[in-house]
């Protein structure tokens, strides 16, 4: 899987899915990476299909990893991107709404619970890596840790 967060000044580009596993929740835009294809091209595809943009200083930030219940079953590995570079004009799908939010007023409450132990650092300027064990009904993170963190 693949993620990317895009930000234009002071204002961050999330998606509200209305399908998936992320269904109701605010997120970065991405998807599942396609045979063939690299995470860098499945995330520039996603982005590109979800929202009309085309990515242009794509960043590679780490790899987050998401378990269910313990670290014996891993839910999603997903590749984490950032840019602050992009061409097009922005046009809604069918995979939900999009959204301007300034990164001093993120909605945490509406997004995936994991997000506010990662998302500062990236608005910080740092890679790193993550996982992130949730309960059983994927409500709440349970431990995490994050690692290799350096700034970009």
Not at 41 to 47: L, M, N, Q, S
Request: glycine share 10%.
């Amino acid at each position: 899987m693949t993620l990317c967060e895009i930000v234009s000044g002071k204002k961050l580009l999330l998606k509200m899915a209305n399908r998936g596993v992320s269904r109701g929740n605010w997120n970065g835009l991405g998807g599942k990476v396609e045979q063939n294809e690299t995470p860098e091209e499945g995330v520039v595809r996603e982005v590109e299909e979800e929202s009309g943009l085309k990515i242009k200083d794509l960043q590679k930030i780490g790899v987050l990893n998401f378990y269910k219940s313990s670290r014996d079953e891993l839910f999603a590995r997903v590749h984490l991107f950032y840019s602050e570079s992009f061409s097009g004009e922005l046009l809604e799908s069918d995979e939900g709404e999009l959204r301007w939010f300034n990164t001093d007023a993120i909605p945490y409450d509406k997004m995936w619970p994991d997000d506010e132990f990662w998302f500062p650092l990236l608005l910080r300027g740092f890679r790193f890596d993550g996982d992130f064990v949730f309960d059983s009904g994927m409500k709440s993170v349970v431990s995490y840790t994050i690692s290799n963190l350096e700034k970009r």
